[in-house]
T-cell receptor, first 115, second 111 residues
Framework: KAGVTQTPRYLIKTRGQQVTLSCSPISGHRSVSWYQQTPGQGLQFLFE???????NKGNFPGRFSGRQFSNSRSEMNVSTLELGDSALYLC??????????????FGPGTRLTVL | SQQGEEDPQALSIQEGENATMNCSYKTSINNLQWYRQNSGRGLVHLIL?????REKHSGRLRVTLDTSKKSSSLLITASRAADTASYFCATEEGGADGLTFGKGTHLIIQP
């Protein structure tokens, strides 16, 4: 099976712009989660989608949003970019449990730089 | 907020030695997972241990979980250069907030 793919791999934006990142999960995985990784804060959970519905959300401002399509592919959007949004954004897919997180399969990430 | 905290932050050992890293967490969990991240392969799942399990093995990896102390340890035996990476523990509290990762232990295996 092909792994989790993320596009683009690298992105440079300026403050105030918006950005959309894309994630294709492993075939058959219906749960897609997004994480932000920075040197200072480490890995932080953004949100999780399951069957096109946001099931869980981390503690991030409303500028961060996402969606999931019927084929389980997911996008996340960050509006009005700030310098502090510079990070590695990781997408993970899994066979979703009802009340628990199973093994997560991570993509290579999108490195976002905000100038 | 950080749930799991790994200890030590960095560890350097000789190839062939065993490496032990620890993780402490704050609240009740459903399961605890360990992940490895290096520049070549990204973030990879190593092992999952459920709250009703005390020990689990996978190849050269041994994970223990002590829910009374809210701690877990990861032992890598007979380390290899390819084990050089950052190791993270991740916990979840019933699926409410996704997986919460610690800041990781950076392991360096000296040849």
């Amino acid at each position: 099976k092909a792994g989790v793919t993320q596009t683009p791999r690298y992105l440079i934006k300026t403050r105030g712009q918006q950005v959309t990142l894309s994630c294709s999960p492993i075939s058959g995985h219906r749960s897609v989660s997004w994480y932000q990784q920075t040197p200072g804060q480490g890995l932080q959970f953004l949100f999780e989608y399951f069957s096109e519905t946001q099931r869980n959300k981390g503690n991030f401002p409303g500028r961060f949003s996402g969606r999931q399509f019927s084929n389980s592919r997911s996008e996340m959007n960050v509006s009005t970019l700030e310098l502090g949004d510079s990070a590695l954004y990781l997408c993970a897919s899994s066979l979703a449990g009802l009340l628990t997180y199973n093994e997560q399969f991570f993509g290579p990430g999108t490195r976002l730089t905000v100038l | 907020s950080q749930q799991g905290e790994e200890d030590p932050q960095a560890l350097s050992i000789q190839e062939g030695e065993n490496a032990t890293m620890n993780c402490s967490y704050k609240t009740s969990i459903n399961n605890l997972q360990w992940y490895r991240q290096n520049s070549g392969r990204g973030l990879v799942h190593l092992i999952l241990i459920r709250s009703n399990e005390r020990e689990k093995h996978s190849g050269r990896l041994r994970v223990t979980l002590d829910t009374s102390k809210k701690s877990s340890s990861l032992l890598i035996t007979a380390s290899r250069a390819a084990d050089t990476a950052s190791y993270f523990c991740a916990t979840e509290e019933g699926g409410a907030d996704g997986l919460t990762f610690g800041k990781g232990t950076h392991l360096i295996i000296q040849p």
